[in-house]
C-alpha cells in the first residue's frame, strides 16, 4: 500500500505541489477517467491509496471495486483498456482526473461513456444522447 502525506488544511491543501490527496471517511477518493484525446468525460470510480500508487506505478488505470472490496485494472477482463495519459487531482484533492488513451467502450454497457443518458428539461425523464459507441 502506498503512504501519503496527510491533508494540510485550508490554502496549504491547495497551494501544495505535493500529493496529498484527501480520501474520505471510507479511505477512497473519486477518479474521473476523461479522453486525453477528445476530452470527453468517460467514467465516474473509486480509488483508495493502494489503487492510486497502482495506477501511477503502472500507467494502467486501476481503481477500487466497492461492490467487490478488490482492485480492479481496467479492462483486465473486458479487454477494454485505461492506458494514462496524464494524472491530476483538484485543487484541495479530494477528487482525481485521469486523462486515459482508451480502448473499447468504457462502460460496462459497451458504450463509449457511462455518461449517455441526458436528464430532459423537467428535471424528470431521461434521454439516450445518441452515443453508442
Partial sequence: MTDYSPPLTGAAQDE?????????A???VAAIAQDAASGEVLMLAWMNAEALG??????RATYWSRSRGELWVKGETSGHTQD????????D??????RVSQTGGACHTGR???????????????????DSD
Fill in 16 to 24: 501544495t505541489l505535493e500529493l496529498r490527496p484527501k480520501f474520505n
Fill in 93 to 98: 484533492q479530494d477528487a482525481v482526473l485521469l
Fill in 84 to 91: 494514462v495519459v496524464e494524472v491530476r487531482v483538484d485543487c
Fill in 26 to 28: 471510507d479511505g477512497l
Fill in 54 to 59: 497502482a495506477t501511477l506505478a503502472t500507467g
Fill in 112 to 130: 463509449g461513456s457511462c455518461f449517455y443518458r441526458v436528464i430532459g428539461p423537467e428535471g424528470q425523464a431521461l434521454s439516450l444522447d445518441g
